[in-house]
């Protein structure tokens, strides 16, 4: 099991990096905290359809760096679960969460029977 959740961590800090550098390419890191992140607005020009672009792009930014923050806060609590010694536990019921399970979804939270009564 050990030997295991080394390789799982592995694989979400690789995750995690990957992630990072999606966010940086849209997004500054704020100096409020570790997952928070500040889109960046475009400067492309000044006429009308170069405005019309940065609009675009920023809406396209703003909803890339919601998806990839939120994995990258998925990942974050994972790890500290790792950490914890915690990780592959319920939240809800505190059984084990199956090995299959987590193979499939490495930051799931809840145990399958947990997360269909919440859903
Ligand atoms: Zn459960």
Do not use: H
């Not at 100096?31 to 920023?58: C, H, I, L, M």
């Not at 399958?112 to 859903?119: H, R, V």
């Amino acid at each position: 099991m050990k030997q295991k959740t080394s390789l799982i961590k592995k694989e979400l800090q690789n995750q995690k990096k990957e992630i990072e550098e999606g966010l940086s390419q849209v997004a500054d890191k704020s100096s409020q905290g570790e997952n928070n992140y500040k889109v960046r607005f475009p400067e492309y020009g000044r006429s009308d359809d170069e405005n019309a672009d940065e609009v675009a792009t920023f809406i396209d930014s703003l909803s890339m760096e919601k998806r990839l923050r939120e994995s990258l806060e998925e990942i974050s609590l994972a790890l500290e679960k790792i950490e914890k010694n915690k990780y592959g536990v319920c939240e809800i019921c505190g059984k084990k969460i199956s090995a299959s399970r987590l193979k499939i979804l490495p930051t799931a939270r809840y145990c399958l029977e947990c997360k269909q009564k919440k859903e």
